[in-house]
């Protein structure tokens, strides 16, 4: 017998269930990578990418980390799936870049648009073309990541996605975390200081006012590229101390710090590792509905981040 939920997370279970999350699901005409309809009028689509004059390509590329003291004005949300993207860019209102700044042949999808005095942008890393599923996991998410800060020069960066959860650390389906920490859990090099390099601990972007003001969880973030967990990979998950797991945060994390772009990471829980359900079920069942409390949040995040300083946050 596998462990029981406690009374607050079978309430939260029911909660996320039996939520009416059909009114979140994208309308009928979207398409695979594509959104057909066409946005309301009073939602601004310029894109300054599109629009520059061809002739200032010599121009010096602004530093993509702004001054902490001005307001932040460009953010990158990295999304590893369509389910988990789509709500957001009808929240956001956003177009998708029919000329993507991005290499010929990539699959990888932008949307962007300008929501309140911010320019927001979507990036989906898109179809695998041979088998025609999301492309997750950290290859992915670390090539879709350089691309887009390069691209982009976005102020901060935001990871959002869905994750597994430990009912030992308090997680329950359907919370959403923040992670104050990121590391990887399956890169074991057993050589001196190369053990080091493969964990590649870093830091979340400390954003105090924003987990006070919208009363957020914080938990530790542990990533992997596989959805099932080895008893190697429980034993460094639990050396990681994470209280969630995913499959793209840590790389995100390690281009934005080579970069210097600050990131931020926003993970809902699917599935409970340590419970009594086998993972992939359990993600496969909760997946819509635990993705409209993912994107309730990262909105509440958004229009949180709204008119602010980096150094606000």
Not at 42 to 50: Q, S
Request: charged share 20%; glycine share 6%.
């Amino acid at each position: 017998m596998g462990p029981v939920l406690t009374p607050h997370c079978e309430r939260r279970v029911r909660q996320i269930r039996s939520s009416n999350f059909h009114s979140f699901l994208p309308p009928p005409d979207y398409q695979r990578g594509k959104m057909t309809d066409t946005p309301p009028s009073t939602t601004t689509t310029t894109d300054p990418i599109h629009t520059e004059d061809e002739n200032n390509s010599n121009q010096e590329i602004v530093s993509a980390v702004s001054s902490s003291d001005n307001h932040i004005s460009t953010i990158v949300i990295i999304i590893a799936m369509q389910t988990e993207a789509l709500p957001l860019v009808d929240t956001f209102k956003l177009t998708e870049d029919r000329n993507s700044p991005f290499p010929k042949g990539t699959p990888w999808v932008r949307y962007y648009g300008s929501y309140k005095g911010l320019s927001v942008n979507i990036l989906w890393p898109g179809k695998d073309a041979a088998l025609g599923v999301d492309s997750v996991g950290t290859v992915s998410a670390s090539l879709v990541t350089y691309a887009a800060i390069q691209a982009l020069h976005p102020d901060l960066v935001i990871n959002a996605g869905t994750s597994g959860g430990f009912k030992a650390k308090g997680a329950c389906i359907g919370d959403v975390y923040v992670a104050s920490e990121v590391a990887f859990h399956d890169r074991r090099i057993p050589i001196p200081v190369f053990d080091l390099y493969g964990v590649g601990v870093r830091q979340g972007f400390s954003t105090p006012n924003l987990l006070k003001e919208l009363n957020l969880k914080v938990g530790k973030l542990s990533t992997g590229d596989s959805l099932d967990m080895t008893p190697l990979d429980e034993a460094s998950i639990v050396a990681n101390d994470a209280t969630v797991k995913d499959m793209e945060g840590a790389a995100v994390a390690y281009v934005a710090d080579l970069l210097k772009v600050p990131a931020i990471f926003v993970k809902a829980v699917t599935d409970i590792i340590d419970g009594d359900k086998p993972t992939s079920e359990e993600f496969l069942q909760n997946l819509t509905a635990v993705t409209v409390a993912l994107d309730k949040t990262v909105a509440r995040v958004v229009d949180y981040i709204s008119g602010k300083s980096i150094s606000e946050l």
